[in-house]
């Protein structure tokens, strides 16, 4: 029977991935509604060097079929659920006999249930060859049909989904030992995936089982969960944002609330004790669900069942191989902490749980086998500790803002838009219950400048306050005692002599005579933001501010400078700060044209 065909939609951080990869296969993941399947990116099993051995061998398939299985096994539990495996990828590079291996393990594969896709539909595989993504759809009878595709922005993707976002706390009991220990996670996966709990959605409905849903009618759309805010109306997502967030509370279901044939089941057995006698280690420990899960807006709720149970034995798995890799490591175990990462170069959050007490330099093996399973660049960090994303729902209300300029657009057409690469938080005036009004905007911008250093996991030192600031330059010798305790400024050289002597981090300044001297060295700036992705401050006059992106059209010599503003005085009001011009696009005529400036433009370490 041919393959049933599908709407198929790749994004654009797909393409990139493939052009970054030289040789190799792997597996395709994505999310599916309905017919429609979009592929968000791939796991590579293995690189180049792998590829040449299993070609020139003669069990090439079934080994590479093993190489397959390994991969799903150890990485499909960091995707969210909701992303499934949808089929194969293969780049074949010089050789191209690298496909028909790699479409030949699809009928073994599709044994083993890895595949995820809609009802009659087939596995798909992605070859890349010549810079050009071909696309199949191949069933376990080895027919194979081409299919057309369409790459979009990961952003248009993601606007048909929303994240759920699942708490609570399952208690974990055991010996001290490795065959205790994979027993008991084994049981609790094996219960989760019983259906023995229940999801609390604000403001109070209760997803019990596929089949119930209580506060909530069975037509009911995910998105009528999102939570309304004191005046009845429902949250906006914020504008150009990654998706709405859903908040869900993990239950355990009263005894009274499980399936009858469940109940039944029970009945058949008989308990059994068994009396051991001798010295014995136990923990017990309270492991903190904390997982993610894609849900497109338009399912109902009643259907989300499936997709809570996954994201909650994901999550067991993943406390599993950190309890059991920590204890083998320490003859010990720490509670293990689920963590999100979000890279751009992924464009979708990942998770994985590491032990409370390990550093990132205990980590670093870890790291790097995700850096090269997602295709991940290894000259920056990603994993780190640091590099943690506190969801929205779990944000402090006061906090500062995070990338404030997600969602503004330069308004020049076919501009080459260069922005700061990862997360930074918002600083200005004010803050901190702290009046630096018309003193403190250099202070601020060399906090935004800490803050990305922090969020990209290259430092954990805290964001200095302005006294710490002031106590920095005093302890250098830059300035004297008495500069500690004032209301005197700062520029951009006492700004690089503070990322030096508290991060570690060397700056390099340009200094430009005019405005119209800084808008001719737009090259420049592009660069700077390509190759470094670091926020930039500029002082000039009696003001300092922050670039944090650059678009320029050479042909017309059209541009534009993303700028931060730290002379904002208000609350963090994200509405407020985009409209008025606090974060926002701005022309050449924002500078003044006889100022001279400098720039402090830090320059980021390279490193895993």
């Given at each position: 029977?041919?393959?049933?065909?599908?709407?198929?939609?790749?994004?654009?951080?797909?393409?990139?991935?493939?052009?970054?990869?030289?040789?190799?296969?792997?597996l395709a993941y994505g999310l599916i509604n309905d017919e429609q399947c979009y592929v968000l990116g791939f796991l590579l099993a293995d690189e180049s060097s792998t590829v040449a051995q299993l070609l020139s061998s003669d069990s090439g398939s079934l080994s590479l079929t093993?190489?397959?299985?390994?991969?799903?096994?150890?990485?499909e539990k960091t995707l969210p659920a909701g992303v499934h495996i949808v089929g194969n990828i293969s780049v074949p590079g010089a050789d191209d006999s690298l496909v028909s291996v790699v479409e030949a393990a699809i009928p073994d594969i599709i044994e083993e249930g890895v595949?995820?896709?809609?009802?009659?539909?087939?596995?798909?595989?992605?070859?890349?060859?010549?810079?050009?993504?071909?696309?199949?759809?191949?069933?376990?009878?080895?027919?194979?049909?081409?299919?057309?595709?369409?790459?979009?922005?990961?952003?248009?993707?993601?606007?048909?989904?929303?994240?759920?976002?699942?708490?609570?706390?399952?208690?974990?009991?055991?010996?001290?030992?490795?065959?205790?220990?994979?027993?008991?996670?084994?049981?609790?996966?094996?219960?989760?995936?019983?259906?023995?709990?229940?999801?609390?959605?604000?403001?109070?409905?209760?997803?019990?089982?596929?089949?119930?849903?209580?506060?909530?009618?069975?037509?009911?759309?995910?998105?009528?969960?999102?939570?309304?805010?004191?005046?009845?109306?429902?949250?906006?997502?914020?504008?150009?944002?990654?998706?709405?967030?859903?908040?869900?509370?993990?239950?355990?279901?009263?005894?009274?609330?499980?399936?009858?044939?469940?109940?039944?089941?029970?009945?058949?057995?008989?308990?059994?004790?068994?009396?051991?006698?001798?010295?014995?280690?136990?923990?017990?420990?309270?492991?903190?669900?904390?997982?993610?899960?894609?849900?497109?807006?338009?399912?109902?709720?009643?259907?989300?069942?499936?997709?809570?149970?996954?994201?909650?034995?994901?999550?067991?798995?993943?406390?599993?191989?950190?309890?059991?890799?920590?204890?083998?490591?320490?003859?010990?175990?720490?509670?293990?902490?689920?963590?999100?990462?979000?890279?751009?170069?992924?464009?979708?959050?990942?998770?994985?749980?590491?032990?409370?007490?390990?550093?990132?330099?205990?980590?670093?093996?870890?790291?790097?086998?995700?850096?090269?399973?997602?295709?991940?660049?290894?000259?920056?960090?990603?994993?780190?500790?640091?590099?943690?994303?506190?969801?929205?729902?779990?944000?402090?209300?006061?906090?500062?803002?995070?990338?404030?300029?997600?969602?503004?657009?330069?308004?020049?057409?076919?501009?080459?838009?260069?922005?700061?690469?990862?997360?930074?938080?918002?600083?200005?005036?004010?803050?901190?219950?702290?009046?630096?009004?018309?003193?403190?905007?250099?202070?601020?911008?060399?906090?935004?400048?800490?803050?990305?250093?922090?969020?990209?996991?290259?430092?954990?030192?805290?964001?200095?306050?302005?006294?710490?600031?002031?106590?920095?330059?005093?302890?250098?010798?830059?300035?004297?005692?008495?500069?500690?305790?004032?209301?005197?400024?700062?520029?951009?050289?006492?700004?690089?002599?503070?990322?030096?002597?508290?991060?570690?981090?060397?700056?390099?300044?340009?200094?430009?005579?005019?405005?119209?001297?800084?808008?001719?060295?737009?090259?420049?700036?592009?660069?700077?933001?390509?190759?470094?992705?670091?926020?930039?401050?500029?002082?000039?006059?009696?003001?300092?501010?922050?670039?944090?992106?650059?678009?320029?059209?050479?042909?017309?010599?059209?541009?534009?400078?993303?700028?931060l503003d730290p002379h904002y005085t208000q609350g963090e009001d994200l509405t407020v700060i985009q409209t008025k011009g606090w974060c926002s696009w701005k022309g050449p005529e924002f500078w003044t044209k006889t100022a001279f400036y400098n720039l402090c433009m830090p320059?980021?370490?390279?490193?895993?």
């Open positions: 029977m041919a393959p049933k065909p599908r709407r198929l939609i790749l994004s654009n951080l797909v393409f990139e991935k493939f052009s970054n990869t030289a040789q190799g296969f792997g093993s190489e397959l299985l390994k991969c799903w096994a150890a990485y595949y995820h896709c809609p009802e009659g539909g087939s596995p798909l595989t992605l070859v890349f060859k010549d810079g050009v993504i071909k696309a199949s759809m191949v069933d376990d009878f080895m027919q194979k049909e081409e299919i057309e595709y369409e790459i979009v922005p990961l952003s248009d993707v993601l606007d048909n989904f929303m994240l759920v976002h699942l708490k609570g706390q399952i208690p974990i009991s055991s010996e001290l030992s490795d065959k205790a220990i994979n027993e008991e996670m084994t049981e609790q996966i094996s219960r989760a995936s019983m259906g023995v709990h229940s999801f609390r959605f604000k403001p109070d409905v209760f997803l019990n089982s596929p089949d119930e849903v209580n506060g909530g009618d069975e037509g009911q759309k995910a998105a009528s969960l999102v939570v309304q805010d004191g005046e009845g109306k429902k949250k906006k997502a914020r504008p150009g944002s990654e998706m709405e967030v859903v908040s869900a509370e993990l239950l355990t279901k009263p005894i009274k609330f499980i399936e009858a044939n469940e109940i039944h089941n029970f009945a058949k057995c008989a308990p059994f004790v068994q009396h051991k006698k001798g010295n014995f280690e136990m923990v017990k420990i309270g492991f903190n669900v904390d997982g993610l899960c894609y849900v497109h807006k338009e399912k109902p709720v009643i259907k989300m069942y499936p997709a809570l149970q996954s994201c909650l034995t994901r999550q067991l798995f993943l406390a599993k191989s950190c309890l059991l890799k920590e204890l083998n490591q320490k003859c010990d175990i720490s509670l293990p902490i689920s963590m999100h990462f979000l890279s751009p170069q992924n464009g979708h959050y990942l998770t994985t749980a590491f032990p409370e007490q390990s550093d990132d330099s205990a980590l670093e093996e870890d790291r790097k086998t995700l850096h090269d399973a997602f295709v991940l660049s290894k000259d920056r960090p990603v994993f780190r500790k640091g590099c943690r994303v506190t969801i929205k729902d779990d944000q402090p209300k006061n906090a500062q803002l995070i990338n404030p300029h997600v969602g503004l657009s330069p308004g020049i057409k076919d501009a080459e838009v260069a922005v700061v690469y990862g997360r930074y938080a918002y600083h200005h005036y004010m803050q901190d219950s702290f009046d630096d009004n018309g003193w403190g905007c250099a202070y601020r911008s060399l906090q935004t400048l800490v803050s990305w250093f922090r969020l990209q996991g290259y430092t954990d030192k805290p964001v200095p306050n302005h006294k710490a600031i002031q106590q920095c330059l005093v302890d250098i010798g830059d300035k004297p005692h008495s500069f500690v305790g004032s209301k005197q400024w700062i520029g951009s050289t006492e700004v690089s002599f503070c990322m030096e002597s508290l991060l570690g981090v060397t700056c390099r300044i340009m200094a430009v005579n005019s405005a119209d001297e800084l808008c001719s060295r737009a090259d420049d700036l592009l660069r700077h933001f390509r190759n470094q992705g670091t926020p930039i401050m500029i002082g000039g006059g009696v003001l300092a501010h922050t670039i944090i992106g650059i678009a320029f059209n050479p042909d017309t010599g059209d541009l534009r400078f993303l700028i320059q980021r370490p390279t490193c895993l």
